[in-house]
């Protein structure tokens, strides 16, 4: 298993895994001129694991000053259990933790329990004293 820092050359890669990753929503902002404006924006922040070239997991990170906020992580289900989605974490909060940043976010969709389940064993606490609200500042309407 080989980890590194995600570029826009793993945009097509990681949005095959994406597409085909249960519980992962794509929106206008996953076009590739949004994720290379994230990862350039969020520099180092955003890693894939690899098997012989081929792309078996993704995670990105950023932040706004103060927290990190993750998303996107995903395994391949023929790499599923193998710690790889760990890996990914760790070095993810690493380079978050090296930015200066000790809290973070990320956001799930409610019905995906395997999520639930992961970052709950990872020890992240699910919040139920704040909400989310979003707002689309344009013609987009997929919040």
Same mark, same amino acid.
């Given at each position: 298993?080989?980890?590194?820092?995600?570029?826009i050359?793993?945009?097509e890669?990681?949005i =095959?895994?994406?597409?085909e990753?249960?519980?992962v929503?794509l %929106?206008?902002a996953?076009?590739?001129?949004?994720i290379e404006?994230?990862?350039? %924006?969020?520099?180092?922040?955003s890693?894939?694991?690899e098997?012989?070239?081929?792309?078996?997991? =993704?995670i990105?990170a950023?932040?706004?000053?103060? %927290?990190?906020?993750?998303q996107h992580?995903s395994?391949?289900?023929?790499?599923?259990r193998?710690?790889?989605? =760990?890996?990914?974490?760790n070095?993810?909060l690493?380079?978050l933790?090296?930015?200066?940043?000790l809290?973070s976010?990320?956001?799930?969709?409610?019905?995906?329990?395997?999520?639930?389940?992961?970052?709950?064993?990872?020890g992240w606490?699910?919040?139920?004293?704040i909400?989310?609200?979003?707002?689309i500042n344009?013609?987009?309407q997929?919040?």
């Open positions: 298993m080989y980890y590194r820092t995600m570029t050359n793993d945009y890669s990681a =095959t895994l994406w597409s990753s249960e519980g929503r %929106r206008d996953d076009s590739r001129e949004g404006k994230y990862l350039l %924006r969020n520099p180092g922040l890693f894939v694991a098997v012989e070239g081929k792309l078996v997991g =993704t990105m950023g932040h706004d000053g103060k %927290r990190g906020y993750v992580l395994v391949a289900d023929s790499h599923r193998m710690g790889i989605a =760990t890996e990914l974490v070095l993810c690493e380079a933790k090296s930015e200066g940043l809290k976010h990320l956001m799930i969709l409610a019905q995906n329990e395997t999520a639930k389940q992961f970052w709950a064993n990872q606490a699910c919040r139920s004293d909400l989310l609200y979003s707002f344009g013609d987009d997929n919040v």
